[in-house]
C-alpha cells in the first residue's frame, strides 16, 4: 500500500518562500518519478513540477520555472518543492503523486496521490 502525506503548506506573503514536503511509504519511493500539482478553487488541476527516481531529471510548468525547484531525498522516502517569489496566483491546494518513467512526466498518468496541502498567498 502506497501512502503520500504532504506537509509545509500555509499562508505567505508574495514575494516569500514555502517548501512543501511529500513523505512517501513502500519500497518502490526511489525507483519512481514524483510530481507536484496544484488546484485552485474553480480552476481545473494543473502540473508544477516533476523529478525523476535519482533526481537526475526535472521538468517545470512555466508558471513557476526559475522560482521553484522540486528535489528528492531517496534515503528519506520524501519529495521536496521549493517555493520561492510566491505570487498570489500560486494560491492552490498542492499536491504530490507517484508514477512510473518520464516520458512525459507533467501529462502523463499518476497513480497515487496525496490528501493535498493548502498554500496561500496573500498581496
Known amino acids: 500500500q502506497v501512502q503520500l502525506v504532504e506537509s509545509g503548506g500555509g499562508l505567505v506573503q508574495a514575494g516569500g518562500s514555502l517548501r512543501l514536503s511529500c513523505a512517501a511509504s513502500?519500497?518502490?519511493?526511489?525507483?519512481?518519478?514524483m510530481g507536484w500539482f496544484r488546484q485552485a478553487p474553480g480552476k481545473e488541476r494543473e502540473s508544477v513540477a516533476a523529478?525523476?527516481?535519482?533526481?537526475?531529471?526535472?521538468v517545470y510548468a512555466d508558471s513557476v520555472k526559475g522560482r521553484f525547484t522540486i528535489s528528492r531525498d531517496n534515503a528519506k522516502n520524501t519529495v521536496y518543492l521549493q517555493m520561492n517569489s510566491l505570487k498570489p496566483e500560486d494560491t492552490a491546494v498542492y499536491y504530490c503523486?507517484?508514477?512510473?518513467?518520464?516520458?512525459?512526466?507533467?501529462?502523463?498518468?499518476?497513480?497515487?496521490w496525496g490528501q493535498g496541502t493548502q498554500v496561500t498567498v496573500s498581496s
Open positions: 523529478i525523476n527516481w535519482n533526481g537526475g531529471r526535472t
Open positions: 513502500g519500497r518502490a519511493f526511489s525507483s519512481v518519478t
Open positions: 503523486a507517484r508514477t512510473w518513467g518520464f516520458n512525459d512526466p507533467l501529462n502523463q498518468k499518476y497513480d497515487y
